[in-house]
């Protein structure tokens, strides 16, 4: 008799009536009486009831359709077929359906205790004997052909691991430890995936090596991508609060480095330069020499890291970024000064690691466009400047009382207006097309600053200012 396991009897508390009603449409009764007396027999009933059902043989894939003529499921409306299979002891076996219908598989024992349930089902078998599937629809609605695959998951007894040759296990509960050999050193990739619990990897190494991941490799799996030298590893699979049972599967594979796989981690960037670099938890840092005043700009792009920039320079200069470059890549673009600077590359989070490339390149300026940063504005006047973290002071004098009108545009950054003067002190952030500035204000005669910004001193890049007036008339107040 095949034997249920203590989680097994928790989900029977849970889906009782699906299990009553099951036991109840398996027996070939003639009767409601004959078949409400099958639900409370006990053991020799419910076995009784895997008789006549059609057989599967494990490992061979069986074609079936769920139709409107199948048995019907009293708890949800769906319907479903059932299946008896012949299991052996120690075996972890795998069910999965394949087709057009959007449904579900169900493993019972012989008395008829519910297993496991899902779109792919997993469970090593505690005793031999004769088992139950089931194929139901995934609701009332769920009607098609399906394709019914069952496998044995052959599991590795061998505590070795090796590169481009993935080992499948089980953990249960408690965490499993493997070895690998680095012979050269190089760039490497270990992941751990699972379907049944929340994977977690660690990794020691030589010289007292330590990384860790959780959910790297996306959903619930663990990526550990990092330089490695020659050495013996320990790679210890685990569920990250110490509870997970289930299949896992290892891998441990070289990466490629692009380019000419050199990695650079420090030293100096010139203008039209690229490098690759390796991030695995400590800042790197870069010096870069400007001899050319002009606009620059600094990208960190990876696939592996959430990318971050700090850029610090000459009188106090500094600038940081995170995702200007577009997903998680960052960009600083500025006007830079000449002199001496430092590059700092990290993640966002520092707790990351992974491959990165850097790019500086000068940033051209439309053939039209003159920068100005400062100085007298007019009336009827437009310019362009560049922000970059503080704010730009023009003077603007009136000679009359005028509606004067002040429009901040700008593509790179959430644009801000200040006025001030003559007793006055007007602001703005989105009075214009979207994110851009405008202020339209009586002013009297006079001297006024006109200051220009960002909303934030983390957005740098270029701006249109464009200054018009008009008479108007207006006295002091008293």
């Known amino acids: ?118 779109s792919m089902v997993r469970h090593r078998i505690e005793e031999g004997g004769d088992y139950m599937v089931v194929v139901s629809g995934g609701d009332a609605s769920s009607y098609g052909p399906y394709t019914l695959n069952s496998r044995v998951i052959e599991l590795s007894d061998d505590n070795v691991l090796t590169l481009d040759a993935p080992l499948d296990s089980w953990l249960a509960g408690s965490p499993s430890e493997f070895t690998l050999t680095i012979e050269e050193a190089g760039m490497y990739q270990l992941e751990m995936r699972s379907d049944e619990f929340d994977a977690y990897l660690e990794l020691d190494g030589p010289n007292g090596y330590h990384r860790e991941d959780d959910d790297s490799a996306g959903d619930l799996d663990a990526r550990i991508s990092d330089f490695l030298a020659p050495g013996e590893y320990t790679l210890t699979a685990r569920a990250p609060y110490g509870e997970g049972e289930g299949l896992f599967t290892l891998t441990a594979e070289p990466r490629e480095l692009p380019g000419d796989g050199e990695l650079r981690n420090d030293g100096a960037i010139v203008p039209d330069d690229s490098l690759n670099g390796w991030y695995s938890g400590q800042d790197l840092t870069y010096q870069i020499e400007v001899e050319e005043a002009g606009l620059y700009q600094i990208d960190m792009t990876s696939s592996d890291v959430d990318a971050y920039l700090v850029l610090e320079g000459p009188n106090g200069y500094y600038r940081e970024d995170d995702d200007s470059g577009g997903d998680l890549d960052a960009r600083i673009a500025d006007f830079l000064e000449p002199g001496t600077y430092e590059l700092t590359a990290r ?132």
Request: proline fraction near 4%; glycine fraction near 12%.
């Open 347 to 478: 993640t966002a989070y520092g707790t990351d690691s992974g491959l990165f490339t850097i790019t500086m390149a000068p940033h051209a300026l439309p053939d039209d466009v003159t920068l100005r940063n400062d100085g007298a504005i007019t009336p009827d006047e437009t310019l362009n400047g560049w922000f970059n973290g503080e704010p730009l002071i023009y003077e603007l004098e009136l000679e009359e009382s005028s509606l004067v009108t002040l429009d901040m545009r700008s593509s790179d950054f959430d644009a801000y207006l200040e006025l001030e003067g003559e007793g006055v002190a007007y602001s703005d952030d989105d009075g214009g097309n979207g994110t851009d500035a405008r202020l339209q204000e009586q002013l009297l005669p006079g001297t006024y600053r006109v200051m220009a910004r960002g909303f934030s001193t983390m957005g740098s890049g270029l701006f249109e200012l464009e200054v018009s007036a008009e008479p108007t008339q207006m006295q002091p107040s008293m």
């Open 1 to 118: 008799m095949a034997k249920s396991s203590p989680f097994a009897l928790i989900l029977v508390a849970v889906g009782g009536a699906v299990v009553g009603f099951l036991t109840a449409q398996a027996l070939p009764a003639t009767d409601a009486s004959a078949a409400s007396n099958t639900e409370t027999t006990g053991p020799d009933g419910a076995s009784g009831a895997l008789a006549g059902l059609d057989g599967v043989t494990l490992g061979e894939r069986m074609q079936g359709e769920i139709t409107a003529s199948d048995m019907l499921n009293g708890n949800d409306g769906s319907r479903y077929d059932r299946y008896v299979i012949s299991l052996e002891e120690g075996d972890l076996v795998e069910f999965s359906l394949r087709g057009a219908l959007n449904g579900v598989v169900a493993l019972y024992d012989d008395q008829l205790q519910l297993l496991n349930s899902a």
